[in-house]
């Protein structure tokens, strides 16, 4: 099986699993962004795994003890945004960073500051970006999809069009200390993309969720998540970059990890959480 061939059965496949389980129900949302949650913070461990500063027992401790900490702190967030619990329990988020402090405090690391650092980063740069997206999710005070799944879209017709457009027009590079082959033309070829797809989901989506969104709501979702796409595949070519790595991981045959696949979603979904929070 050739690699393009793989990549677009994986693709398929990936695509079919998460429009699935987004549009299914709450509960099924739930679990699929739980086990998403939980994926990334293993890729992300794997990443950082030779650069903790303490033993292989306690590097294994790090990476479950984040695991159980990012999907409480995503239930948190699911809980309150579905009106299940008070929103003051969005407080108990601000503990879970602070905790890694006391847990260093036991380690007997000589670096303990730099792990509480790394630690606390699968939090800041993971689980709660990620948790944002059920605030998208009940945002019309219910659950429903349109907006989590617009963004989406619009994130992967970013990618498709950003790569379409770089490597037919590309010529000038966008950052090419971070990511030698992102250039100007694929960025605005993403854009285009994107608010593409903003008009086909104004046109479709009423007719299948009941909500009506105007076409101008949809294409600065579009724009802002094209923008802040670009910045999360930054973020985490840099990432890669200095940590001398090609993919975050192999668990996705031809696309790589899953952190390359959410690492435009990782910045989108809260970027979109504010829009749509303050601005509309």
Known sequence: MGDITTRVITGIFFL?????????????????????????????HAIIHSILASSEKWKTTYKLINTIFSVVIFGIVFMVASKKIALISLSLVCGFPLTWLVIEMYTKSEKPFYNVCLNSMAIFYLAIPLSSASLLAFHAGEYSWHYLLAIMVFAWSNDS????????????????????????????????????????????????????????????????????????????????????????????????????????????LPACTVYLTFFL
């Open 161 to 268: 069009f950003a790569y379409l457009f770089g490597r037919f027009f590309g010529k000038n590079k966008l950052f090419e200390r971070i990511s030698p082959k992102k250039t100007w033309e694929g960025f605005f070829g993403g854009v285009v993309g994107a608010v593409l797809f903003a008009y086909i989901i104004y046109l479709l989506f009423p007719r299948w969720t009941g909500y009506e969104v105007s076409l101008t709501t949809y294409v600065i979702l579009a724009v802002i998540t094209s923008i802040t796409s670009t910045y999360g595949d930054l973020a985490e070519s840099m990432i890669k970059r200095n940590m001398d790595i090609k993919d975050s991981g192999t668990a996705l045959p031809g696309h790589g990890g899953f952190l390359d696949r959410f690492d435009g979603l990782i910045f989108s």
């Open 16 to 44: 079919i699993v998460m429009i699935g389980g987004v549009v299914w129900n709450e509960y099924s949302y739930l679990v699929l962004f739980s086990l998403l949650v939980v994926l990334c913070i293993n890729e992300y």
